[in-house]
């Protein structure tokens, strides 16, 4: 498994803009496809984005379609969730995970990914 580590959370504005990071360590990173995925409270967590290990894949939940942007760095074994027009319903931890089987239609499944980080809040105030 490969270890990730989140980080650039933060209290942030509705309209407003944060990037996340998360930087995967202990495996060649990039043999591995990567989701994120977000949990309010009392909520089950939710997919909200996924990319390819090549990058050139990549599958959006309809709710952050044209306002959210996954991309990676191989180079840097980073991958960022670009968050734009943020809202306050965008409020929750957001995690991302990894693994090494991965089609876009079996992105959206928690139970596809095997290793996670430990999350990053993220709280949009309106």
């Known amino acids: 498994q490969v270890q990730l580590v989140e980080s650039g959370g933060g209290l942030v504005q509705a309209g407003g803009s944060l990037r996340l990071s998360c930087a995967g360590s202990?495996?060649?990173?990039?043999?591995?496809?990567t989701g994120w995925f977000r949990q309010a409270p009392g909520k089950e967590r939710e997919f909200v984005g996924a990319?390819?290990?090549?990058?050139?894949?990549?599958v959006y939940a309809d709710s952050v379609k044209g306002r959210f942007t996954i991309s990676r760095d191989n180079a840097k074994n980073t991958v960022y969730l670009q968050m734009n027009s943020l809202k306050a319903e965008d409020t929750a931890v957001y995690y991302c995970?990894?693994?090494?089987?991965?089609?876009?239609?079996?992105?959206?499944?928690?139970?596809?990914?095997?290793?996670w980080g430990q999350g990053t809040q993220v709280t949009v105030s309106s």
């Open positions: 990319i390819s290990r090549s990058g050139v894949s990549r």
């Open positions: 202990g495996r060649t990173f990039s043999n591995y496809h």
């Open positions: 995970a990894a693994t090494r089987t991965w089609t876009t239609a079996e992105a959206m499944a928690v139970i596809l990914y095997d290793s």
